[in-house]
């Protein structure tokens, strides 16, 4: 299983940037996708999850701006951020959990970096 993440890049203050995650290969019940992030010299945050139920929950800094959501049918993950701000500048990572009666998988992409400028 491959999860590979594509959106990252530099953006101003107040701009916009949509990430997405896809994962690959033999994959199936997937529960969870998460996104996480990852500033120099701190440590990894969840930002947001969605569950198989769609329900969301996301880190109070970025409520209302950011908007996670997933596409099923193609084992897709979407993070959509607005109002972009310095301080979101980070390594964001996408992590999706398969779960099944018996097995529990964990997966993470390699990662993509969102640098905010002000």
């Known amino acids: 299983v491959q999860l590979v993440e594509s959106g990252g890049g530099l953006v101003q203050a107040g701009g916009s940037l949509r990430l997405s995650c896809t994962a690959s290969?033999?994959?199936?019940?997937?529960?969870?996708m998460t996104w996480y992030r990852q500033a120099p010299g701190k440590q990894r945050e969840l930002v947001a999850v969605i569950n198989s139920g769609g329900s969301t929950s996301y880190l109070d800094s970025v409520k209302g701006r950011f908007i996670i959501s997933r596409n099923n049918a193609k084992n897709t993950v979407y993070l959509q951020m607005n109002t972009l701000k310095p301080e979101d500048t980070a390594v964001y990572y996408c992590?999706?959990?398969?779960?099944?009666?018996?097995?529990?998988?964990?997966?993470w992409g390699r990662g993509t970096q969102v640098t905010v400028s002000s």
């Open positions: 290969g033999s994959i199936s019940d997937i529960n969870t």
């Open positions: 992590n999706v959990v398969t779960l099944t009666e018996v097995r529990r998988g964990d997966y």
